[in-house]
């Protein structure tokens, strides 16, 4: 098996300090275009510092390719799905409403869905990708299975994840506790926990007051 097929692509939310040097490596990669492919979320900024990096999950059946009319984004035989096509693009931005993870973001001014391709020219070779080559705390980490179990003892990877009825497999694992009750992650699940700031969609689920009314 070749080197890069035993190399995997880990996120470790819980490790994420908010340094964004992960954004700046990734304008670096020779395929970007001195574009960022990669964002750092806020969990919960009004409570909290935490952050979170969103990178391509590079699904085993990708969404953004299946509502692709234009058949502009292709999945190599190694699992990872590429940014679309500039020749075949047409920018109807169905892939960035299609995907369940909120990946491809439409450059406009490119007229082109540009993501996470894993730089593909570095990790096809085995070598990391640029955001996990200078993440300090290792929230990102590119090795293999064997060596992720030496240094994270107390986790494990997931790579199962559940949108609805959706189930989705990804070439990326999160990694979670390793006392985790499911190794299937339920992404739709957190809809039904109380919002900050979103009062009209707690009533929705039944946990604040009737929208237009006051509590008793």
Known sequence: MPLAEKLHFFVDLSRCIGCQSCIQACTECDTHKGQSMIQLDFVDRANSTQTAPVVCMHCESPTCAEVCPADAIKRTEDG???????????????????????????????????????CYDRTSVGLKPMCASVCPSQALAFTTLDEMARLRPNAKPVNTFKFGAQTIHTRVKVMVPADAPKETVDVTAAMYERTIGHDILDDVFGEGPVFGEEEA
Request: aromatic fraction near 2%; include cysteine; hydrophobic fraction near 40%.
């Open 80 to 118: 990872i799905v590429q940014t679309a096509r500039k020749p075949r693009c047409i920018s109807c931005n169905n892939c960035v409403l299609a995907c369940p993870f909120g990946v491809p973001k439409m450059n406009t001014e490119m007229n082109l869905m540009m993501k996470c391709d894993m």
